[in-house]
């Protein structure tokens, strides 16, 4: 008999997280005025919102932390970074932060200008908005395989070259700062970029003089699908892929909160000297000194640690198999997912779960609110509430996929844990009919609105 798969770990240390009823779920979720991320914590049993800086760290990476030093200046913890980076990645260059986003920040504040045009493959949302609020403009070049959950691709998160190279001609180049190469694709369901896509993306980038920075939140979840999906990477280990991989890009801005495997934490890779000392300008106004960039010395040590273990194919294999068993659990009741699985989370075609609930009463989080109410799992909207508006019509944008997103943090919960979410999901399923109407939104921020709206059940 197949021996079956179980995790390449063990656990030391456990967290105690609490159940609620019905009624108080109904209460909390009407006081936070139905915006999840208005819950407290213990209000939550299961915690989907996200695998950003939630994962559980290693023994390894919790010895390092005692081994940090919080030099202001020249700190051991930032050469151990600088040669992580360097070895693992590739990058001769870095440039510490706080997250990911603040490294976008970094990045953007040289490269981003009014009136630029930034193509690549489904912005996040945070990398939109640092485009948008320069006053440039995001244009999604992702294949049209990508929005449709039903197609079966293998590398869902590949930009489509033919929108690509039409960007790059139909405007001047100088207007085009860079493409960013979104790897995995999040947005469109944590879905990889092939080799090949990356490969050829990079040649069309030397044939137009534009540089490539990938937004490499979870590059080591892409290196993984692409040893076990494209010919030719089979035998090739995680960390020989991974140095491909960044073979093709001129920049990476990282969220370390999630493949590093930290809690907090990300940084800029570089190859170029000039833009690093451009970039380091910025890092200094608004994250700190060049060798700690807004982490303590013991972070920085963890990163490292991290960056290491995090692209060993036995953590990689646990934790994206474990993200197949809920997607498979909840194949079981029927729930309608993009497929193929993606690697940080499952994502819940909504569309074809609520097809009554209209697109103006925003069926995702319509299921976002039942799904916490069925049994306290609390997953994330990836709608229209999160599309957010126009900048400059200020009408709703309703993107292609109405999707709600169960992220799996690493190596936090178990596969009951997992069976007890499918249970939650399949029950709403099975109760769809009786979801008659969605939400109405009562007061929403003028960008990145979905973490402080407000709104009301209709
Ligand atoms: N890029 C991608 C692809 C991301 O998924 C995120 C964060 C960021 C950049 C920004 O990084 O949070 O460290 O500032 N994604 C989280 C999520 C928030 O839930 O997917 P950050």
Known sequence: ???????????????????????????????????????????????????????????????????????????????????????????????????????????FSVLVKEGMIVPGNSHFDTTKG???????????????????????HDFKGNVDLEKLEKVLTSYPLEKIPMIIMTITNNSAGGQPVSMQNLREVHELSRKYGVRVVFDSARFAENAYFIKQREAGYADKSIKAIVKEMFSYADAMTMSSKKDAI???????????????????????????????????????????????????FDTLDSRIQQTAYLGNQLKKFGVPMQEPFGGHAIFVDVKRFLPHIPKEEFPAQTLAIELYLEAGVRAVEIGAILADRDPVTRENRYPDLELIRLAIPRR???NNHMEYVAVALGNVFERRNEIKRGVKILKEAPIMRHFTVELERL
Request: hydrophobic share 40%; charged share 25%; aromatic share 12%.
């Open 1 to 107: 008999m197949q021996l079956p798969f179980a995790e390449s770990f063990k656990i030391k240390m456990v967290e105690t997280i609490q159940k609620s009823t019905c009624q108080e779920r109904e209460q909390w979720i009407k006081e936070a005025k139905y915006n999840l991320f208005n819950l407290k914590s213990e209000q939550v049993f299961v915690d989907l919102l996200t695998d950003s800086g939630t994962g559980a760290m290693s023994d390894k990476q919790w010895s390092e932390l005692m081994l940090g030093d919080e030099s202001y200046a020249g700190a051991s913890s930032y050469y151990k970074m600088k040669k992580a980076i360097n070895d693992i990645l590739g990058f001769p260059y870095f440039l510490p932060t706080h997250q990911g986003r603040a490294a976008e920040n970094v990045l």
């Open 130 to 152: 640092h485009i948008e609020f320069r006053k440039a403009k995001a244009i999604d070049c992702t294949i049209d395989a990508a929005f449709d959950t039903n197609q079966r």
């Open 262 to 312: 930290v809690n907090m934490g990300g940084f800029i890779g570089f190859k170029d000297e000039d833009l690093f000392k451009q970039a380091s300008v910025f890092g200094i106004i608004f994250e700190g000194f060049v060798t700690y960039g807004g982490m303590s010395g013991r972070d920085m040590n963890a990163l490292a640690q991290g960056l290491d273990e995090g692209t060993e």
């Open 412 to 414: 936090t919960y178990t």
